[in-house]
Structures are given as structure tokens and as C-alpha cells.
T-cell receptor, first 114, second 112 residues
């Protein structure tokens, strides 16, 4: 069975500082990995994905994520946080051998303080 | 613009009264998903379709049913809503296995 863990309920950073939101996963095969962001009372918006190739993937709004197969991690990063980055972030995984089933982590709330 | 549309945005129903939530898409995607999300928790997958092939999650209550009459539309039927079914219901689509999900804005369901 596939699963996703986001160990931090909340991450607090000051504007201009780098941010990291952590994600680890468990799948039986090789994963597709995704990050989504959710603003209040809205659906989820896609940020970036890892399919294959370069372990460092770049996405929307200056976000990037690093795939680490040995640590089964896919942490979301940004070099310089903005107040407008404050939102709920979800990591998601899809097992390549498991059809289209996509499972989400519990989410991490990011607060960026001015 | 092509998109995923959920109606209504807010739905209020009574305890035990059947309710249907709808989702439509103009993306012509093969895969459609229904997720339940409570209070900023992880979206919980209820079921998904690949074309007309229906995939139910093992822990989805029998109270929840779904229909996909064509590529564009998908419905979530809750036969006898309980107070615990109050949640945000999210519809999403995807074209291929490795592709991102496109989400609708969700339907916030209240059960009185």
C-alpha cells in the first residue's frame, strides 16, 4: 500500500528566509511524486512533480523539490519565502504500478512572517 | 478556459436526505477522482474512474456512490448523509498516470 507522511503540521519562516516542507513516502514500486498548494476554501493547485530524470525539479512560484530515492523523501523548498506563500501544502504520491490512485499527505501549514 | 467545475459551491442537506454533488470537466481527461476533505486535513480518496472503469476505495462507506455517464460529467451521491459526512468534496481530473491532477473549487457540504 502506498502512503505519504508530512511530519510537520506547521512550518514558520521569516520572509526572505529559505523554507523547507518535508515529505516522505512509501510505495511498492517507483513513485510519481507531486506537491500541491491549497488556499482557504479553494481546491488544490499543482506546484510541481517528479516523474523521472533529474532529482531536483522546479515548479511554480519559485518552488523546487528534491527527490531522494534512498531516503524516500521529496522535500519542498524555496530559497526566499514570501508572505504570500502562506498556505497549506500537500505532498502526494502515485505508484506507477498502482494505476491512477493518488494519495495525499496530511498537509503542512506554512506561515511566512513579514 | 478549460477547467473542472463543481456545483454547487455550497450545499446544505438534512440528516438522512439524499444529496448529489456534480462535477464537469472540459479537459477531456480520462481519469476523474472524488476526494473528501475535512477541516484542512488530507484529501481522502473515495473513488476514481478511468474512463468508465470504476475504482472504489476499500474504506469508502457504502453510503457513497458515484456515476460517470460520460467523459465530461461525474456525480457523487450520498444516499443518507450523516453529520460525519459534512466536509469539502473535491473533484479532480487527470489525463495520464504521470500527469498532475486538476482540481475543482470543491463543494462544501453541510448536514443539519
Amino acid at each position: 500500500a502506498q502512503s505519504v507522511a508530512q511530519p510537520e503540521d506547521q512550518v514558520n519562516v521569516a520572509e526572505g528566509n529559505p523554507l523547507t516542507v518535508k515529505c516522505t513516502y512509501s510505495v511498492s514500486g517507483n513513485p510519481y511524486l507531486f506537491w500541491y498548494v491549497q488556499y482557504p476554501n479553494r481546491g488544490l493547485q499543482f506546484l510541481l512533480k517528479y516523474i523521472t530524470g533529474d532529482n531536483l525539479v522546479k515548479g511554480s512560484y519559485g518552488f523546487e523539490a528534491e527527490f531522494n530515492k534512498s531516503q524516500t523523501s521529496f522535500h519542498l523548498k524555496k530559497p526566499s519565502a514570501l508572505v504570500s506563500d502562506s498556505a497549506l501544502y500537500f505532498c502526494a504520491v502515485r505508484d506507477r504500478t498502482g494505476g491512477f490512485k493518488t494519495i495525499f499527505g496530511a498537509g503542512t501549514r506554512l506561515f511566512v512572517k513579514a | 478556459d478549460a477547467m473542472v467545475i463543481q456545483n454547487p459551491r455550497y450545499q446544505v442537506t438534512q440528516f438522512g436526505k439524499p444529496v448529489t454533488l456534480s462535477c464537469s470537466q472540459t479537459l477531456n481527461h480520462n481519469v476523474m477522482y472524488w476526494y473528501q476533505q475535512k477541516s484542512s486535513q488530507a484529501p481522502k480518496l473515495l473513488f476514481h474512474y478511468y474512463d468508465k472503469d470504476f475504482n472504489n476505495e476499500a474504506d469508502t462507506p457504502d453510503n457513497f456512490q458515484s456515476r460517470r455517464p460520460n467523459t465530461s460529467f461525474c456525480f457523487l451521491d450520498i444516499r443518507s448523509p450523516g453529520l460525519g459526512d459534512a466536509a469539502m468534496y473535491l473533484c479532480a481530473t487527470a489525463k495520464l498516470a504521470g500527469e498532475k491532477l486538476f482540481f475543482g473549487s470543491g463543494t462544501q457540504l453541510s448536514v443539519l
